[in-house]
């Protein structure tokens, strides 16, 4: 069984640049939901997507885009980066829609804007 | 708006007995997770409430009242590896988590 795995696990980017952040669910899962964790600070939801449909969002902004492919696998884009987006970004995979099982993460990637 | 509140930081001392508190107020409940996380590291599960009362795995035990808004989650036998920062976080009525900012905290020899 493999586990929640990231890529990169870390990237440097400048202001108004565009980032893509991979994620490869635990084998099984069919629920991805993207965090991101300031530091110093519990993470902050994203969005979550269940069987290639977003059915939640936190309070982002849209140009935090996302989407989910046929193997459950996702990325979660960034568009027009700006300072306060640096950050841990980290993705989680369950099974089922509604997160009342456990959540396995991926160890983040970290992402600096500069 | 959505609320869950955790101290910032914690100290005790190996071998000891410690409680970390989370409070909150959500819109709706469906369940309150805690989960430990490492400096560096991804967090990772440590309990699941759903109803009142008091839930023991080993040397953790976390504990829920839903008409207070209340859980704690308590540590024993404290060890120098639990050291780490301690989430709590509600389901809401959107099935959506809302975490706190975490409880770090810190153990002395």
């Known amino acids: 069984e493999t586990g929640v795995t990231q890529s990169p696990t870390h990237l440097i980017k400048t202001r108004g640049q565009q980032v893509t952040l991979r994620c490869s669910s635990q084998?099984?899962?069919?629920?991805v939901s993207w965090y991101q964790q300031a530091l110093g600070q519990g993470p902050q939801f994203i969005f979550q997507?269940?069987?290639?449909?977003?059915?939640g969002r936190g309070n982002f902004p849209p140009r935090f885009s996302g989407l989910q492919f046929p193997n459950y696998s996702s990325e979660l884009n960034v568009n027009a980066l700006e300072l306060d987006d640096s950050a841990l970004y980290l993705c989680?995979?369950?099974?089922?829609?509604?997160?009342?099982?456990?959540?396995?993460f991926g160890e983040g990637s970290r992402l600096t804007v500069l | 708006g959505q609320n869950i509140d955790q101290p910032t930081e914690m100290t005790a001392t190996e071998g000891a007995i410690v409680q970390i508190n989370c409070t909150y107020q959500?819109?709706?409940?469906?369940?309150l997770f805690w989960y430990q996380q490492h400096a560096g590291e991804a967090p990772t599960f440590l309990s699941y409430?759903?109803l009142d009362g008091l839930e023991e795995k080993g040397r953790f035990s976390s504990f829920l009242s839903r008409s207070k808004g209340y859980s704690y989650l308590l540590l024993k036998e404290l060890q120098m590896k639990d050291s780490a920062s301690y989430l709590c976080a509600v389901l809401d009525s959107n099935y959506q988590l809302i975490w706190g900012a975490g409880t770090k905290l810190i153990i002395k020899p």
């Open positions: 959500t819109s709706g409940f469906n369940g």
């Open positions: 997507y269940y069987r290639e449909e977003e059915n």
């Open positions: 084998s099984g899962h069919n629920t």
């Open positions: 409430n759903v």
């Open positions: 989680a995979s369950s099974l089922g829609a509604e997160n009342t099982g456990e959540l396995f």
